[in-house]
């Protein structure tokens, strides 16, 4: 199966865990925002599967300079699993301490809301911003191309299951991997939780790194990000914040300045850049910001 297909084939499944969701947990959810998530993934699985195509005559270009040849093998498997798990925590925690790379990856945490379908909620930027430059090293060391963007597909698959509020404490299982307790902490805007628990399939390389946090039971969680987020349309969702950077570089005075607005700490949108890229670019209903915060 060619790996751009891999999570769209895995969407029966996702589908289930929705409508049961849906079913036992209705108020989780509101039309607009499940809507939006839907289409964000499938703007998001275009562009991923563009940029694939585009790129991986220089993924196999570079390959011919691996440090070795890698067969493919049970063992060579998991060794690759665990190494791109390690690469996306760093993947994700630069997402969320880098401006650039976070003007991709606030997407996915601007919605309020928390459920199966938030996993969907994903940027068109990813290939664009350079999400694929962290998997380079996988190719270097000698692992096939299309092997490492299945594993990366995986690894996403296994990311939907952690993104639902009704899903408590799993034992054992809470010390070793990504859990959604864990991940409903990630998805805190609440100062406590801010910036923790980067995992993707392992909670480990957040143990081992000192960005976890434990659920504290007196802390209510509030999904989303600090600062306003646009949620009127699908354009202003992919492209305020990248906007916004684009207009701080411009703003900054020297060269210093302006490579810490680009690659510094993430600035949050002001009201006024929300408001303009809802004006510049609403597609929808004059009505539709009434419904912003739904
Ligand atoms: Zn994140
Ligand atoms: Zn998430």
């Known amino acids: 199966m060619p790996v751009e297909l891999i999570l769209l084939a895995l969407s029966p499944i996702f589908l289930v865990c929705i409508a049961l969701e849906y079913y036992f947990h209705p108020t989780d959810y509101a039309l607009k925002d ?53 690469l996306y925590y760093w993947f994700h925690r630069a997402s969320h301490n880098i401006h650039w790379l976070w003007c991709a990856h606030v997407v996915h945490h601007s919605s309020v809301r928390m459920n199966f379908t938030t996993a969907f909620r994903q940027s068109l930027l990813y290939p664009v911003l ?121 703003h900054a005075h020297g060269l210093k300045a302006k490579i810490q607005a680009m690659f510094g700490y993430p600035s949050t949108l002001d009201s006024t850049s929300t408001e303009t890229s809802s004006i510049e670019f609403t597609l929808t209903s004059p009505h539709s910001r009434e419904e912003t915060n739904d």
């Open 34 to 86: 499940s809507m939006q998530n839907t289409l964000l993934a499938l703007l998001h699985q275009a562009s991923d599967a563009i940029a694939l195509i585009l790129l991986m005559p220089l993924f196999y270009w570079l390959a011919q300079f691996a440090l070795f040849n890698i067969p493919l093998s049970p063992e060579s498997l998991l060794i690759g699993f665990l190494l791109q798990d390690f």
């Open 130 to 250: 350079g999400m694929w430059l962290f998997w380079l090293p996988m190719i270097l060391l000698g692992f096939d191309p299309k092997l490492v963007f299945a594993i990366v597909a995986i690894n996403l698959a296994f990311q939907f299951f952690v993104h639902t509020k009704h899903i408590g404490k799993l034992g054992w299982l809470e010390h070793l991997f990504n859990t959604p307790t864990h991940h409903r902490i990630h998805h805190a805007s609440n100062d406590h939780y801010l910036d923790k628990n980067y995992a993707g399939v392992l909670i480990i390389w957040d143990k081992l790194f000192g960005t976890y946090v434990e659920e504290d039971a007196n802390i209510t969680i509030e999904y989303g990000i600090k600062g306003p987020a646009p949620r009127d349309n699908l354009i202003a969702i992919n492209f305020a914040q990248l906007r916004h950077m684009l207009k701080s570089v411009r």
